[in-house]
Nanobody, 122 residues
Framework: QVQLVESGGGLVQAGGSLRLSCAASGSIFSINDMGWYRQAPRKQRELVARITSGGGTNYADSVKGRFTVSRDNAKNTVYLQMNSLKPEDTAVYYC????????????????WGQGTQVTVSS
């Protein structure tokens, strides 16, 4: 099994910054894409940012220029640096990863973290 554990959420004023971390552990041979999603109350979960194993990234339009996703492949960890935070960024942020558990396993399993709350006050 694979566990994704997020950290770094909290309460911040508008204009402030937070850095989220997500460490993957367990049965891991390799990790393909990793990313961050968020879900605000009464809204669907949405993509925030994703990063490939080679460092390619894509972002939601709403966070471009403010958020930066990065990863440390040696630590199986993905980060989300969030700057210039806005009240509309308030949500539970979830880590997501495509994991190949064994060398002989031909494919990837998708995993989610438990989520971390980010609250931005105005």
């Amino acid at each position: 099994q694979v566990q994704l554990v997020e950290s770094g959420g909290g309460l911040v004023q508008a204009g402030g910054s937070l850095r989220l971390s997500c460490a993957a552990s367990g049965s891991i041979f390799s990790i393909n894409d990793m990313g961050w999603y968020r879900q605000a109350p009464r809204k669907q979960r949405e993509l925030v940012a994703r990063i490939t194993s080679g460092g390619g990234t894509n972002y939601a339009d709403s966070v471009k220029g403010r958020f930066t996703v990065s990863r440390d492949n040696a630590k199986n960890t993905v980060y989300l640096q969030m700057n210039s935070l806005k009240p509309e960024d308030t949500a539970v942020y979830y880590c997501n990863a495509d994991v190949r558990p064994r060398e002989w396993f031909n494919g990837f399993n998708n995993y989610w973290g438990q989520g971390t709350q980010v609250t931005v006050s105005s």
